[in-house]
């Protein structure tokens, strides 16, 4: 069965670092996501992306987060400077369509920042 | 705030017995989704069940849906200690493009 893939599953890196997150959605998925989930915490939505381009974002996704399509299957969210709170479990999911179709989440890349 | 929101926040069960898990929403949605965490793992998708839709069944889950009161309930039946983990609902919400997890209901499956 298809399913998303995140790279890498663990990510440290120190403060003010740039990083960046890696997902392959699912082969025919149009629309694409990026959540994250603080430890303890419920799962925050961040970012969908359709159509090469940021269709909705959330007050968490600031001027430090981007996301971009490099090619044709690789979806990837860059966070330029990285502060201790964004340590935490990023997630990317992928979805046919919206309103009445299921998103598919990858495992989640756990992002450290010392 | 938007988001789907659990009660209980935590719930601890004998194996066998059936556990009930409640969300409640605040604006229309197009569709609700129930979604497990194993500790520290990726979440996976259990059940969608749409807004004109009331009750769905998968297995030993059943998610019904009431709109009028907006809020949905995950029921698994014959609890087995492997269904240990948080349960979160998803609304996806008419007037967004995003999906909103409530904070989760933590089960304990006892042996």
């Known amino acids: 069965e298809p399913e998303v893939t995140q790279t890498p599953s663990h990510q440290v890196t120190q403060m003010g670092q740039e990083v960046i997150l890696r997902c392959v959605p699912i082969?025919?998925?149009?629309?694409f996501y990026w959540y994250r989930q603080i430890l303890g915490q419920k799962v925050e939505f961040l970012v969908s992306?359709?159509?090469?381009?940021?269709?909705?974002k959330s007050e968490i996704f600031d001027d430090q987060f981007s996301v971009e399509r490099p090619d044709g299957s690789n979806f990837t969210l860059k966070i330029r400077s990285t502060k201790l709170e964004d340590s935490a479990m990023y997630f990317c999911?992928?979805?046919?369509?919206?309103?009445?179709?299921?998103?598919?989440f990858g495992p989640g890349t756990r992002l450290t920042v010392t | 705030s938007q988001q789907g929101e659990e009660d209980p926040q935590a719930l601890s069960i004998q194996e066998g017995e059936n556990a009930t898990m409640n969300c409640s929403y605040k604006?229309?949605?197009?569709?609700l989704q129930w979604y497990r965490q194993n500790s520290g793992r990726g979440l996976v998708h259990l059940i969608l069940?749409?807004?004109?839709?009331r009750e769905k069944h998968s297995g030993r889950l059943r998610v019904t849906l009431d709109t009028s009161k907006k809020s949905s309930s995950l029921l698994i039946t014959a609890s087995r200690a492997a269904d240990t983990a948080s349960y979160f609902c998803?609304?996806?919400?008419?007037?967004?493009?995003?999906?909103?997890f409530g904070a989760g209901t933590r089960l304990t499956v006892k042996p």
């Open positions: 999911a992928s979805s046919e369509g919206t309103g009445t179709y299921e998103q598919y």
């Open positions: 082969s025919n998925h149009l629309y």
């Open positions: 992306f359709y159509n090469n381009e940021i269709s909705e």
């Open positions: 604006t229309s949605i197009n569709n």
């Open positions: 069940i749409r807004s004109n839709e």
């Open positions: 998803a609304t996806d919400y008419v007037m967004g493009n995003d999906m909103r």
